[in-house]
Structure formats: C-alpha cells, structure tokens
C-alpha cells in the first residue's frame, strides 16, 4: 500500500517542488525528520545533490536518524522545533508523515507565515512542503467537526493495546491557504494533494470509525492476488459527518465512480471467472481513480500542500 499507493503521491509532489528549485546541491530541512524517512522519499525522485537537514525535538528519533544515516556526507540531523525561529533558509522545507498537525493551529499559521516571509526575502525560489492530517478523512468522520483531537498512534509496532495518544490538528485546503494568503508572498504555485483517501491506515485499525471496513487489509488482498476476496465488500459508502457541501459532493461522486468500477469488475469476473491477475488490475485501477479524482480539499488520510515562493 505504501509503494503504490501512498510514496508515489509523495514522489509526485517532491518532483513537482524540485523542479522550481535552484540550489546546487539542493539545501533541504525536513520538518519533523523522525529516523529520515523523508530524505528516502527525496533520494527516489532525484539525482541533485543534496544538502540535508532533519529537525526534530525529540532527542531519541535525532539519535536513532543520526545512527541510521552516519558517515553520510552532506545530511546531518538537529535537535530542533520548527516553532522557532532557525534562522534557516533552505531551498525546500520537507515534511513527510504530518509532522505539521502536532503543531496546534495558531502556530502553524504563524510558523508557516514566518517561513514563507523568510523565504520571500530569498533571491531565489523555495519550496515548502507541508504535510498534515486531512480534516474529513473516511477514517474520522466523527471528528469531523474538531480542528484538533487525541489521536491515537495505535499503528505502532508494539503499542498493544496501550497506544500512544497524542493531540494531532486535522487540515483542510483552507486552513493551510489562510496562512498562505496571510504570508502575502509572491507564488509560483500553490497545490493541494490528498494522500490515502480509501485506504487511511486507520481504515485497519477502525479506532476512530467503528464497523468502518478494512479497506487497507482488502485493497492488499487485491494487489496480492487473493482470488477468495467478495469484491462486494470494497463497496465504498460516502461517509457521513460535518462537513461543507464540496466536501460532501466529492464523497458522493466518488463512491459512485469507485462503486461503478467494482460493478465492472464483479460483472466481468462472472463472465470469465477470477484470477489473480485481473484482481491485481483491479487494484491498480482503483489506485489510479483515486489519483486522479483527489480534490486536495483534505478528504484523505493525509494533506499536503506544496507551495512556492518565487521573489
Ligand atoms: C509521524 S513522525 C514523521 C517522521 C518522518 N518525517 C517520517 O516520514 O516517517 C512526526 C515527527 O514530527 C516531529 N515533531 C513534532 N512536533 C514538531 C515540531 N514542533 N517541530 C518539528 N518536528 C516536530 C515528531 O517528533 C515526529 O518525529
């Protein structure tokens, strides 16, 4: 699921950052490195040399990022908040895994801004790419309505029953483009992605959407092949919360799209009966609905935002 479904939205949108920038080699700062994942995600889309450096508070990722990456020339790893002021000027602000939504919204308005006033001061562009939770996920529709709740980190390895709660603020198009508009920066483009709006994680875990169905663990099955899967039960049901009309429109669109495929498919495989091949089709082919029909408005998983300052 990460490799065709989730990286390849990543890779789209460093590809796109990338080709705005000028430096050589390329200076990076990956907001909320973790152990460097997001330096992987770069090194796929491209061949520039790089100058990177991962930020993040937390003592133990910048030990364990610093161990995994050593003797690595030209990547280093701070301790360090994005919140502050870093006195850093990189050609591209990374982010992967939406470090941004552990910031409350205040400050990732002002943090955004002073980066983007910083960058606009540059004589050359700068990409940022902000990555958070997408506001109206089918994974939380019952949060719909919060900007900022206790999300749980069940998805970690060990966790148990025991997850790691932490408050996490949910993004919406606006929300990130209310910080853009406040910068009042010169713009050389200004995009919105929705990554993993099917198949969230938590659409495995169902912590925070009882009864929803594991379309993560079925969307495998496809890709792996599994032939004994009821195709009937990837049928999508647009989900239902607070939300505005183009919110709620886009759902509904796209359960019928998504739905009208799996008809086909259903159809099909009572024609010329199941195989394992067709099924991994299947599969791509949803992936491929799914890309090409995300609004960026903050309807999956994830948000991100690619935007460019240009002086
Ligand atoms: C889910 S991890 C993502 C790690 C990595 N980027 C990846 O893609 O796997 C989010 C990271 O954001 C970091 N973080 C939280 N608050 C931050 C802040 N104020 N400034 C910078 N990083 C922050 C956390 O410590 C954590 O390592």
């Known amino acids: 699921m990460k490799r065709f479904w989730e990286e390849p939205v990543n890779h789209r949108i460093l590809a796109r950052a990338l080709a705005f920038v000028e430096g050589d080699p390329v200076r990076v700062v990956d907001v909320g490195s973790g152990t460097g994942d997001g330096l992987a995600l770069l090194e796929a889309v491209t061949d520039r040399p790089l100058d990177y450096t991962g930020i993040d508070p937390d003592p133990e990722m910048v030990a364990t990022a610093g161990a995994t990456h050593e003797g690595r020339a030209g990547v280093r790893f701070r301790q360090a908040d994005v919140r502050d002021d870093l006195a850093l000027a990189p050609d591209l602000w990374l982010s992967a895994g939406a470090p941004w939504s552990h910031l409350d919204h205040d400050e990732s308005r002002t943090t955004l801004v002073r980066l983007l006033r910083d960058a606009a001061r540059r004589d050359r562009p700068t990409a940022v790419v902000v990555d958070t939770l997408g506001r109206w996920s089918p994974e939380w529709p019952a949060h719909w309505a919060?900007?900022?709740?206790?999300?749980?980190?069940?998805?970690?390895?060990?966790?148990?029953?025991?997850?790691?709660?932490?408050?996490?603020?949910?993004?919406?198009?606006?929300?990130?483009?209310?910080?853009?508009l406040e910068a009042d920066v010169p713009l050389a483009a200004l995009e919105f992605h929705d990554r993993a709006i099917t198949v969230g994680r938590h659409t495995s875990t169902a912590a925070f959407h009882p009864g929803l169905p594991d379309y993560r663990g079925l969307v495998n099955a496809l890709y792996d092949g599994d032939v004994e899967l009821d195709l009937t039960e990837l049928a999508l049901r647009p989900p239902s919360g607070t939300a505005p009309a183009e919110v709620e429109a886009f759902f509904a669109a796209f359960a019928a799209l998504w739905n009208a495929r799996l008809d086909r498919a259903i159809e099909q495989e009572a024609a010329l009966g199941r195989s394992p091949s067709r099924r991994r089709v299947l599969a791509a082919d949803l992936c491929a609905l799914e890309h090409g029909a995300a609004p960026g408005l903050g309807v999956g998983h994830s948000l991100i935002a690619l935007i460019v300052v240009a002086p």
Do not use: C
């Open 146 to 180: 919060d900007e900022r709740w206790d999300y749980r980190m069940s998805f970690f390895q060990g966790a148990g029953d025991d997850p790691v709660a932490a408050p996490m603020s949910t993004h919406t198009r606006w929300s990130i483009d209310a910080a853009v």
